[in-house]
């Protein structure tokens, strides 16, 4: 295995992975506040909650180079594209794990939080939202993983990322340069994943469960 370009360019990989982490970062903060709002809309109105969930599922599927490559005569080539195409993955599993989350809060709770005099606002907020948490962080974690990967992809359009080290790997014919690229995309996705599921884990309703079961 050769790991030469990754001895010898130690700055470089980092600083590649902090673009890349940056980059998926604010794609995921510009898609929770949309994915909430989708969710709350397809609890609310259940006539639409089939076409919100086939809607986004159906864009789960185009191909992101596709997306890519429509989006840069609008949107030109560097990151924005690539925050746009990254936003609009992440709403499969952001909305489906949403919903699934706050549907599966008990309705006696929240019945009881209502007859104690807490507003359908206040009851979402305080009652329904933290007991759903365990799930929604459980679709962050999915989602961002995600974003982490396809934003390997902004390496084509100068967006910047561990993408522009894969590439260039590729087109000079370097394969150490390649595997640099392909390890680092591969050790962000992960360490993105177990900090999240710790999260997750140590949320008070993840806790709150595990007591009642052990």
Known sequence: MDLRYLRENPDVIWQRTLEQLQLSLIALVLAIPLALLLSVIALQVRPLRFPIQLLVGIAYTVPSLVVM????????????????????????????NFVAGMQGVDRITLDAARGMGMSAIGSFWRVQLPLALPVMISGVR???VTIVGLATFGGLISAGGLGQVLFEGIGRDYPSMVLAGIIAIVTLSISVDMVLRAIEWLTPAARGRRARQG
Do not use: H, K, N, T
């Open 142 to 144: 999915i989602a961002l």
């Open 69 to 96: 490559v429509l989006l840069i005569p609008s949107q030109g080539i560097g990151e924005r594209p690539v925050i746009i195409m990254l936003v609009m993955y992440a709403q499969f599993a952001l909305v489906r």
